[in-house]
């Protein structure tokens, strides 16, 4: 692990290993880091430290608190947590904003903002499970989001759209489960047919 990271940021609070074990991420109080199996390389996000004279006002709301989950998607990996802090400046008080990001091992710059998508929630991430090319996010707000993860896409003179994801559905479990923050588990059980963009999950299991 990236000593100065550990030092700064443990204890280590989750870890995401990628399912061919290419890639492996860890995320601390703030930020993350991840690395490369076959280099041996480790990346850290830059620009953590609220008191670091280059950081600028409008980076702050981009610092991660990790706390939905990490979930590896090829070489992309899907950050869930609250992105800023809650602080008062003069008498506004701006919120956190609950988001999950996507970012790409190899991108060229590993400052803040170097993040490919984000979507946004009412409530904190709780839970993030892959299953496929779907993912599922489970918020405080007792709501289960379904989203297909849509990969990089050509557009000609090599360009890219950068890989996103598209909200399928969604399920609130007000009156089935009567306290978010101990459900440990959450998934889909899917036939391989209903994965894809092209169709919707019908079946769904979780744990407390």
């Known amino acids: 692990m990236p000593a100065e990271y550990v030092a700064d940021y443990s204890p280590i609070r989750l870890v995401s290993v990628s399912a061919d074990i290419r890639y492996l991420a860890i995320a601390g109080k703030v930020g993350f880091?991840?690395?490369?199996?076959?280099?041996?390389?480790?990346?850290?996000?830059?620009?953590?430290?609220?008191?670091?004279?280059?950081?600028?006002?409008?980076?702050?709301?981009?610092?991660?608190?990790?706390?939905?989950?990490?979930?590896?998607?090829?070489?992309?990996?899907?950050?869930?947590?609250?992105?800023?802090?809650?602080?008062?400046?003069?008498?506004?008080?701006?919120?956190?904003?609950?988001?999950?990001?996507?970012?790409?091992?190899?991108?060229?710059?590993?400052?803040?903002?170097?993040?490919?998508?984000?979507?946004?929630?009412?409530?904190?991430?709780?839970?993030?499970?892959?299953?496929?090319?779907?993912?599922?996010?489970?918020?405080?707000?007792?709501?289960?989001?379904?989203?297909?993860?849509?990969?990089?896409?050509?557009t000609g003179h090599f360009n890219q759209t950068p890989p996103r994801l598209v909200q399928f559905g969604q399920i609130n479990f007000k009156g089935i489960i009567h306290s978010p923050a101990r459900v440990r588990a959450i998934s889909w059980i899917l036939p391989d047919e209903h994965t894809s963009i092209s169709s919707t999950p019908r079946y769904l299991h979780s744990r407390m």
């Open 33 to 154: 880091a991840h690395l490369s199996t076959s280099s041996g390389r480790w990346r850290v996000l830059e620009s953590l430290d609220t008191f670091d004279p280059s950081l600028l006002p409008e980076d702050i709301p981009h610092i991660p608190h990790v706390r939905g989950g990490l979930c590896w998607y090829n070489n992309i990996l899907l950050v869930g947590g609250d992105f800023g802090e809650s602080h008062e400046v003069s008498s506004f008080v701006i919120l956190a904003n609950c988001e999950v990001r996507l970012y790409h091992r190899n991108a060229t710059s590993m400052a803040l903002t170097s993040w490919l998508h984000r979507e946004s929630f009412n409530s904190s991430i709780l839970l993030m499970s892959l299953i496929g090319d779907s993912l599922l996010v489970y918020c405080q707000d007792n709501i289960l989001y379904h989203f297909v993860i849509v990969q990089a896409t050509e």
